[in-house]
């Protein structure tokens, strides 16, 4: 299992950006995609979740109206879509596999958040 975050990087408030995770080594469809984040000094948290078949999705309360998390499973990757982005959006974000007891993370990619 394979996970690859991109599209992090520095923007300021108000603004957009839109992080990709590229998957391999598994049934991508199978699995239940997910966004956590990790500020400096906090624990993870969970951003957004989608079912594998792209009908079920939740978002943290910070992030609902904001943010939107979508796949194509076609290419294997899971998007997390921000707009909006306010400073404590800075953090690193990771993107999360899972099927029942399997779970498989990526190497996370950095989003800051500043004028």
């Known amino acids: 299992v394979q996970l690859v975050e991109s599209g992090g990087g520095l923007v300021q408030p108000g603004g957009s950006l839109r992080l990709s995770c590229a998957a391999s080594?598994?049934?991508?469809?199978?699995?239940?995609m997910s966004w956590y984040r990790q500020a400096p000094g906090k624990e993870r948290e969970l951003v957004a979740g989608?079912?594998?078949?792209?009908?079920?999705?939740n978002y943290a309360d910070s992030v609902k109206g904001r943010f939107t998390i979508s796949r194509d499973n076609g290419k294997n990757t899971v998007y997390l879509q921000m707009n909006n982005l306010k400073p404590e959006d800075t953090a690193v974000y990771y993107c999360?596999?899972?099927?029942?007891?399997?779970?498989?993370w990526g190497q996370g990619t950095q989003v800051t958040v500043s004028s």
């Open positions: 989608i079912s594998g078949d792209g009908r079920n999705t």
């Open positions: 080594g598994f049934t991508f469809s199978r699995y239940y």
């Open positions: 999360k596999a899972t099927r029942g007891v399997l779970a498989s």
